[in-house]
């Protein structure tokens, strides 16, 4: 629709006329419909667009009759409002209805038809009337974004305010050549000359979007479990948005949700990146006053949410902000009509009722998998393709999956064969939780091929949970007493008597197979850490034993006494430390000692302890136990009741929480970012156990997720026929690659 400057009869892009002759598609339209055959609003105006550029060239007279009747043939999807349109629909496809009629174009339409869509127009125009006195830029902005349907009743001195660096108006091509036809300006002029050097004689919906395309196969990668075999050409890309981040670049900063999305990632992943970048968006009305904004946009909506989660200070209150009117705008558009036809608010209500603490990584991948779209569509002006997926990596996160499952099955089989090796089926008092102990291991350490870390994780938190149940129910004080002191004899336990069998079997199940993950956690670090192993356990049970005595004597202990001991009695001393050890990074002993990993285990074993005491405070209570809750209670000689006391520990459990992703996320760090990041998932794996009840307990309330990431196949919503995914194919995974069983047998691979 262009002119060659100086000469109005001839098109500034023949090439781009070229293309439109030779790309129609057999029914009379253009557009994207590679998989969806359904007509849509969107290839309606495509193909309006290309009749008018034809007639205006006066080119392709069997082209244009072909897409008038395609037009005339779907002209009553104009007016139906279910179906999802375009932004700025109603205007820019009324616009250039009346252009293709001012220009003689005659469609093969019924006058009611005709009479409607020039009544659409009049009144979205008479609406922009109405909001005259609106100066807002969200309204401006959006003005300016469809200019294309606008045309000359636009005022383009103050469309231009919003033309880019690049020359661009939001690094849209559409309206960018309307600025030319309308209001001819040098730099939208180079912007669209290098669109079409660059792609040639199609250019694409929106461009640049390199950073926005890069980041949500980042996030898709992160998001399906396979993102460690690319981890490489994440780092490229994340040190790239980084810097331009640094340099606050447009294609950042002028997009809502790139900004967000770029803020979680590179925060997430270590990069320093500061609230403060957020500012102008940390008010509702900083938001609303943007396009986006203005748009009722609910995907940058829902990264501005997903951004503020990833707090790691108290001092971040734009982040706070951001959080609460977010979130309360998004709980709105869940309580909205629409909530049945928008995909996306199934994604918006996962990340209300599920913050991504509060969850395991296996079973959001198990989620993330079976919701993924190959095709990657997106609808602004039009629908297009911003960042085509690639297909192979749905096969690859699919695949991993499948054979990660395969590899669980066999590891639980293993640990309940273990558990009765050991008679621990036979201790009637103890919880026979084997199941849910592997669901966390299985769930946070997913790897295949970490399955030494897993059994480790798994072992020893079954042997925590009957410790627990001994000290909390069945033993006595004889029977507690003489537990610790063989423990602490550990090698030379023949030297004293085992006072009842029950210590027996539970003191050779922690013997034997401590020693046994010792030597394996020995070999990986080459030095012999059976000895800490041991330590860990001495600890945890002389806790235990500190509070079975404060019960039998009634005892009431200080805040801080209880919480310095409650820290190791929580039992998550003999789970995590040795699950490092087989993780495959060497860990000195200074690292071990060092400050930084014992704040690291203090912060996650304060979340869950404190977590735990919400959820059994009633329960321990009748016990005659005391905890957090109950503590503050009593301390505040009646000031306080039990829900305030709650409310306290709820707030000290975010602080903990902030603390520890903090140091999780630093960069210059004496302990291994592998090893930090496994005590974050075990605080995840307490939030999601505790946040609502207590999950562990329950012999129902964890059931769905133990067969959603050990037992049920995948369930793939695929509609891109061509993507063809065999989930009945075992294969297998080594670096990324695939293999099937014959190939792994013959050496060979494909990709």
């Known amino acids: 629709m262009v002119p060659l400057q100086g000469f109005p009869q001839a098109p500034c892009f023949p090439q781009c006329v070229e293309w439109i002759l030779q790309n129609q598609c057999n029914n009379g339209s253009w557009g994207i419909n590679e998989y969806d055959l359904s007509t849509n609003k969107s290839s309606l105006l495509s193909t309006l667009a290309c009749i008018i550029a034809l007639k205006k060239w006066n080119v392709g007279p069997e082209h244009i009759m072909r897409g008038l009747h395609f037009v005339g043939r779907n002209f009553s999807i104009v007016m139906d409002e279910q179906i999802v349109a375009p932004i700025g629909f109603n205007i820019i496809f009324t616009g250039m209805f009346n252009l293709a009629i001012g220009i003689g174009l005659e469609f093969p339409i019924k006058q009611f038809e005709f009479d409607a869509c020039l009544h659409i127009r009049q009144m979205e125009l008479n609406r922009f009337v109405k909001l005259a006195g609106d100066k807002s830029y969200g309204r401006e902005a959006y003005m300016a974004y469809i200019a294309e349907g606008l045309g000359n009743t636009l005022d383009w001195d103050v469309v231009m305010k919003f033309q880019r660096n690049n020359g661009s108006l939001f690094n849209s091509p559409s309206a960018t050549a309307a600025a030319l036809i309308y209001n001819y300006n040098d730099k939208a002029l180079q912007y669209l000359n290098l669109l079409v050097g660059k792609f040639g004689s199609s250019v694409p919906t929106v461009f640049p979007i390199n950073i926005y395309c890069q980041l949500s196969m980042v996030d898709s990668l992160e998001k399906t479990g396979i993102s460690r075999h690319f981890s490489s050409e994440i780092k490229s890309i994340l040190d790239m948005t980084y810097s331009l981040w640094l340099q606050r670049d447009e294609e950042i900063m002028l997009d809502v949700e790139t900004c967000a999305m770029a803020f979680r990632i590179l925060r997430m992943n270590g990069y320093d990146v500061y609230s403060d970048d957020l500012s102008h968006v940390a008010k509702a009305s900083a938001f609303h006053s943007s396009l986006q904004g203005y748009l009722n946009d609910t995907k940058s909506l829902l990264e501005l949410y997903r951004a503020s989660r990833v707090g790691v200070s108290k001092n971040e209150p734009i982040l706070d902000d951001i959080g609460f009117w977010s979130s309360s705008l998004l709980m709105e558009r869940m309580c909205s009509d629409e909530v049945q036809r928008v995909p996306i608010l199934g994604e918006v209500e996962y990340a209300l009722k599920f913050p991504f603490y509060a969850t395991m990584e296996r079973l959001d991948h198990r989620r993330n998998i079976e919701c993924f779209d190959a095709r990657g569509y997106k609808m602004l002006k039009t629908t297009y393709l911003p960042c085509r997926v690639n297909e192979d990596h749905l096969a690859l996160a699919v695949e991993d999956f499948n054979y990660s499952q395969f590899i669980y099955q066999d590891e639980l089989l293993h640990l309940e064969s273990w558990v009765k090796e050991n008679k621990l089926n036979q201790l009637q008092f103890a919880r026979q939780?084997?199941?849910?102990?592997?669901?966390?291991?299985?769930?946070?350490?997913?790897?295949?091929?970490?399955?030494?870390?897993?059994?480790?994780?798994?072992?020893?938190?079954?042997?925590?949970?009957?410790?627990?149940?001994?000290?909390?129910?069945?033993?006595?004080?004889?029977?507690?007493?003489?537990?610790?002191?063989?423990?602490?004899?550990?090698?030379?336990?023949?030297?004293?008597?085992?006072?009842?069998?029950?210590?027996?079997?539970?003191?050779?199940?922690?013997?034997?197979?401590?020693?046994?993950?010792?030597?394996?956690?020995?070999?990986?670090q080459n030095r012999d850490v059976r000895k800490h192993l041991v330590e860990l356990w001495i600890q945890t049970l002389r806790s235990a034993l500190s509070e079975a005595e404060w019960v039998r004597s009634q005892y009431v202990p200080t805040i801080d006494e209880y919480m310095i001991n409650a820290n190791i009695s929580y039992g998550l001393g003999p789970i995590v430390p040795p699950s490092l050890y087989l993780l495959g990074h060497e860990i000195l002993e200074t690292v071990v000692k060092d400050q930084e990993m014992n704040e690291l285990f203090r912060l996650m074993s304060t979340c869950g302890r404190l977590l735990n005491d919400i959820q059994g405070f009633e329960r321990e209570g009748s016990q005659g136990k005391v905890n957090s809750v109950s503590l503050h209670v009593h301390y505040s000689d009646g000031s306080m009741s039990s829900e305030a006391a709650k409310k306290l520990v709820r707030e000290s459990i975010?602080?903990?929480?902030?603390?520890?992703?903090?140091?999780?996320?630093?960069?210059?760090?004496?302990?291994?970012?592998?090893?930090?990041?496994?005590?974050?998932?075990?605080?995840?794996?307490?939030?999601?156990?505790?946040?609502?009840?207590?999950?562990?307990?329950?012999?129902?309330?964890?059931?769905?997720?133990?067969?959603?990431?050990?037992?049920?196949?995948?369930?793939?919503?695929?509609?891109?026929?061509?993507?063809?995914?065999?989930?009945?194919?075992?294969?297998f995974l080594k670096n990324g690659a695939l293999f099937t069983k014959e190939e792994k047998k013959e050496g060979s691979c494909t990709a």
């Open 433 to 524: 939780k084997q199941t849910y102990c592997y669901l966390s291991a299985s769930a946070t350490i997913f790897p295949p091929e970490l399955s030494d870390a897993r059994i480790s994780w798994a072992k020893n938190s079954v042997l925590v949970t009957v410790a627990d149940d001994f000290f909390d129910v069945a033993g006595s004080k004889e029977e507690l007493e003489n537990l610790v002191a063989l423990v602490e004899k550990w090698d030379e336990y023949h030297e004293l008597q085992f006072c009842s069998e029950t210590v027996r079997i539970l003191f050779f199940a922690i013997y034997t197979t401590v020693n046994q993950l010792g030597e394996r956690a020995s070999a990986v």
């Open 654 to 731: 975010a602080s903990c929480r902030r603390d520890l992703l903090r140091l999780v996320l630093m960069k210059d760090s004496v302990v291994p970012k592998v090893c930090k990041e496994l005590f974050w998932k075990m605080c995840k794996v307490n939030h999601l156990f505790y946040s609502q009840t207590d999950g562990f307990s329950s012999p129902k309330e964890m059931v769905g997720a133990v067969n959603a990431v050990i037992y049920e196949p995948l369930k793939l919503q695929i509609c891109d026929p061509s993507l063809k995914l065999n989930q009945n194919n075992k294969n």
